[in-house]
Nanobody, 126 residues
Framework: QVQLVESGGGSVQAGGSLRLSCAAS????????MGWVRQAPGKERERVAT????????IYADSVKGRFTISQDNAKNTLYLQMNSLSSEGTAQYSC???????????????????WGPGTQVTVSS
């Protein structure tokens, strides 16, 4: 059974940085896509960044390219999201998600990933 637990959320001023962590257990297969998804109040859920474990290929939403970085520490079974130059648009509940995928390209689709963490809140004040 895969379990995901996020941490690292909080409040930050616009222009600041935060690093989110996702402690993962039970992900024993490299054909997994893992990623970060966020949802702001009144808005659709948005894929932020994903990584395909087998190849390390990363996919970013256009809105975060150049500012956010997804990474993994296999030794610690942890997924990270480094967020720099945060704006008020970054205010959202951020969730870690994981699921099996046949290829890295399939990581662009996240809504049906099987496993989700409870989420961590990020609030960016201007």
């Amino acid at each position: 059974q895969v379990q995901l637990v996020e941490s690292g959320g909080g409040s930050v001023q616009a222009g600041g940085s935060l690093r989110l962590s996702c402690a993962a257990s039970g992900v024993t297969d490299s054909t997994y896509c893992m990623g970060w998804v966020r949802q702001a109040p009144g808005k659709e859920r948005e894929r932020v960044a994903t990584i395909y474990i087998a190849s390390g290929r990363k996919i970013y939403a256009d809105s975060v390219k150049g500012r956010f970085t997804i990474s993994q520490d296999n030794a610690k079974n942890t997924l990270y999201l480094q967020m720099n130059s945060l704006s008020s648009e970054g205010t959202a509940q951020y969730s870690c998600a994981a699921g099996k995928r046949a290829s890295a390209t399939d990581c662009s689709i996240v809504h049906d990933l099987r496993y989700w963490g409870p989420g961590t809140q990020v609030t960016v004040s201007s």
